[in-house]
């Protein structure tokens, strides 16, 4: 196994740039999503981000395949189940910041599947760090602001969930490249999400008419700045690294997103939701200070 590819020697360069990449795609396609799903259905917001991507991605969709008895969950986890999710719930909270704070989650989450599912080490210090993310995410959905957008929140934590396994999931898939994953993705995301919509939104002819030009801007770049850009390299990160130690570092992600919805889109911070928005970035932070440690002290036993 070469450094690069050891999951515990230091990150490259390369690696690094990656992280930067993804924390800012991701920060601003929140966002995005915001904008995108405050003028057209969530589902059929889901679909035609994954149809455009699937228009690019179409070249990797060639064989050999890897098994599908593998490869489906993975597919259904951080396609459409997930995206179907995170958009109605971006569709049905008024603040931003909230939910993109609960969103969060998903990385305590990643270290502990990657605990239950792939038997990676889990610090006492990084369980009691996940702890204390669940907590903040409930006290901040306990302040008056805040407890309009509870349940887009609960949906937030459960698309969480579903992107955490799909991501523990991706290691045991190593031979598929980044980019076939990502068009493998939208293979199966585009229709079942376009099916989704024709059964649960109406009036999908005339709201797309009437979406302007900077919304459907919206969904051509998350279509291609993240779908298949920085989800591209998170697959990338994860088959080279644990990703208890990768996601941990996505951490930054909120900054930008809850930046831009102060700033930008109305988002009003009262102490109850910076305190339980804080608590849970320090939960999330007790993870990855803990996954460091852990690397540093294994490192240091195999040069012993």
Not at 81 to 86: D, K, N, T, V
Request: net charge positive; glycine share 8%.
């Amino acid at each position: 196994m070469t450094a690069a590819n050891n999951p515990r020697t230091a990150f490259a360069p390369a690696e690094w740039a990656a992280i930067a990449a993804i924390i800012l795609v991701w920060g601003i396609n929140n966002a995005a999503a915001k904008v995108a799903t405050g003028a057209l259905p969530p589902f059929f917001v889901g679909a035609v981000r994954f149809a455009i991507a699937l228009i690019l991605l179409a070249p990797w969709l060639r064989p050999p395949f890897p098994p599908w008895r593998q490869t489906v969950p993975i597919l259904l986890l951080l396609g459409p189940l997930h995206f179907g999710l995170i958009y109605y719930g971006f569709s049905i909270v008024q603040n931003l910041s909230p939910l993109v704070v609960s969103l969060q989650l998903w990385i305590p989450m990643t270290a502990f599947f990657a605990w239950r599912v792939l038997g990676e080490k889990m610090p006492p210090a990084a369980l009691a760090g996940m702890v204390v993310a669940f907590v903040g995410v409930a006290w901040m959905s306990l302040d008056p602001h805040a407890a309009g957008d509870l349940p887009g929140i609960i949906i937030g934590v459960i698309a969480s969930a579903m992107w955490a396994l799909g991501t523990v999931l991706v290691r045991r898939s190593p031979a598929v490249t980044p980019l076939k994953m990502q068009a493998l993705t939208c293979a199966v995301g585009a229709p079942v999400l376009l099916a989704a919509a024709v059964l649960f939104e109406p009036n999908l002819i005339e709201r797309s008419a009437n979406a302007g030009l900077f919304v459907w801007s919206t969904i051509v770049w998350a279509a291609l700045a993240s779908t298949i850009g920085a989800s591209a390299l998170l697959f990338w990160l994860v088959q080279r690294r644990e990703p208890g130690r990768v996601t941990p570092w996505f951490l930054l992600t909120p900054l930008v997103s809850c930046g831009i919805g102060i700033g930008l889109m109305g988002d009003q911070l009262t102490p109850q939701l910076m305190l339980g928005g804080a608590a849970t970035l320090v939960g999330v932070a007790v993870v990855a200070l803990s996954e460091h440690r852990a690397a540093a002290a294994e490192a240091a036993a195999g040069q012993a």
